[in-house]
C-alpha cells in the first residue's frame, strides 16, 4: 500500500521532468538550409526569382530564430532587369506546437529586419540606377518534418523597405514601341513586396548539448 502511494506521489514528479527534457530536446539546435524565393506585388509589376541560404538557432521550445540570404532577379517585360540583395534575420514563433516529429506539421508566425540592395538597369544599355535601404518583414509559414532532422518550410511574408525608392517604368510609344526608364524617388519613403520561400532544412547539431547533459547528470 505504501508502495503504491509512493508511486503516485512521484508520478507528477515524473512527468514534470519528462516534460522539461522534451523542452530542452526542442531548443538549441542549429540548422542549415537552402531556399528559393519569388518576389511578387513590387512596384515593378513584374514577378522576380531568386535562391539563398540560411541558418536557423532555436533558443526557446517556441521561438526559433532564422538568419538568411537572398539573390532576386526580375525580368521587367524583357526591357529592363531588377537585382535585389537581401540580408536579414527573423524570429519566428509556435503558437501551436513546437514539434520536430517527422510527419508532423508545425505552423509560425514570424517578424523581422533586413538591410538590402536593389539595382535596377536598362538592357543593352549602361543605364541603371541603384539603392542601398534596409526593411522590415512579417509573415506566416509552416514546417513539414520529413524526418525528425530534415524539415521542408513554406513562408509568405510582406516586406517593407524604408528608404528611397527605384524602379522601372515601361510606357508606350506613339507608333506602339515600348520603351523603359528607370525612376528613382528623391524623398525616402516605404516600398513592399511579398516574398514566398520554400526552403530545406538540416538540423546538424544541438548547441546547448554539454548543458542539457550536465543538467541531466545533476
Known sequence: MKK???????IPIMSTAQEKEKVDKE????QLGVR????AFSDDGATGFGYGGQFRIRVLSRVNTDWYADYITTDI???????DMHIGWSVLAYPLNYTTTKGKVTPYILAGHCFDYTKVSINNSPVYAEKRSSAVQAGLGAHYNVTDRMDISLTAQYMMHIGTDVHAEVHTHSDG???VHIHKEK???VEGHMLINLSMNFRLFD?????????KTS
Open 4 to 10: 503504491n502511494i509512493l508511486l503516485l506521489m512521484l
Open 187 to 189: 524623398i525616402a519613403g
Open 27 to 30: 531548443s538549441g539546435y542549429f
Open 36 to 39: 528559393n524565393t519569388i518576389s
Open 207 to 215: 548547441m546547448w548539448d554539454q548543458h542539457k547533459t550536465k543538467k
Open 177 to 179: 514601341e515600348k520603351g
Open 77 to 83: 517585360a524583357g526591357l529592363a532587369r531588377r537585382e
